[in-house]
């Protein structure tokens, strides 16, 4: 019987299909087709999702996650005023928990978009703080980085709608960036169940 791999998809709206307008239209449903065959999904990305309420319990050996700004738009003042330390902290102990019991998988994780909207020069300097708090977070765990800001760079007005939700244009920049990690690292580790994509 041919191995069946699980991909488990965690994270917030950045993943899901509700804003693309088209069922399976959201980042994880469109990566998980291009992975084919031999793969099951495991979906638990859910709207609004935040960092304490991101599950801690699932298995896959490919895992991606989109977490955070929900994080730093909910905590807006507390963060401008107090600093980044708290969500670090946070961002940090869910990527351990969830590469303690996954220490084998390609686990690819995404940084936070620009809003389609003018941002402060405090707010633009603290999400770019954020997003560098992230990609050193991902390289902490042996994550692979998806570079989801500087894809919709320049982008925000066809790649979001209410300001900050995924269009399907966006959600299929974000499934590109996911293959494009998951097929370096399948070129390096192919179909192997004992290596470590790490």
């Known amino acids: ?3 069946v791999r699980t991909y488990l998809a965690l994270g917030d709206s ?3 299909d509700d804003y693309t ?20 999904l495991d979906d638990r990305t859910q709207d609004g999702c935040r960092i304490p309420e991101t599950p801690r319990d699932g298995h896959g050996e490919l895992i991606t996650l989109t977490i955070g700004g929900n994080d730093l738009l909910w905590n807006r003042e507390y963060y401008l005023r107090e600093g980044l330390e708290s969500f670090a902290a946070a961002h940090l102990a869910l990527l351990e928990q969830i590469r303690r019991r996954n220490p084998a998988a390609l686990f690819i994780v995404g940084d936070i978009y620009h809003p389609a909207r003018p941002l402060s020069p405090i707010e633009a300097a603290a999400l770019a703080a954020a997003n560098e ?5 991902v390289k902490l765990v042996g994550g692979r980085l998806a570079r989801i800001c500087d894809a ?6 066809a790649c979001l709608c209410y300001e900050i939700e995924p269009t399907l244009m966006g959600a299929t ?7 494009e990690l998951y097929d370096k690292a399948e070129e390096r580790s192919p179909r192997d169940p004992e290596s470590s994509w790490r």
């Open 173 to 179: 920049a974000i499934a590109k960036l996911f293959f």
């Open 152 to 157: 919709f760079r320049g982008h925000e007005a």
């Open 14 to 16: 950045m993943s899901i």
């Open 1 to 3: 019987m041919p191995l």
């Open 133 to 137: 708090l992230i990609r050193r977070n």
């Open 21 to 40: 307008g088209i069922h399976g239209g959201g980042a994880v449903n469109q990566f998980y087709r291009m992975l084919g065959e031999g793969w099951r």
